[in-house]
C-alpha cells in the first residue's frame, strides 16, 4: 500500500470498508463458508 493513501479504500475498491467491519465480515464468511462447505 503507497504511503500516499492514508486510507484503504484501493484495497477494497470503490466503496470504503473500516477494519472493523472488513473484520465483522472476514468472520461471518470464515463461520459460513468453510472448506468443508464447498467441499467438491
Do not use: V
Not at 477494519?19 to 459460513?32: F, M, N, R, V
Amino acid at each position: 500500500m503507497s504511503p500516499a493513501s492514508p486510507t484503504r479504500k484501493e484495497k477494497y475498491g470503490a466503496t470504503f470498508i473500516s477494519d472493523e467491519t472488513a473484520g465483522k465480515i472476514i468472520a461471518y464468511l470464515s463461520a459460513h463458508y468453510t472448506p468443508e462447505t464447498h467441499a467438491p
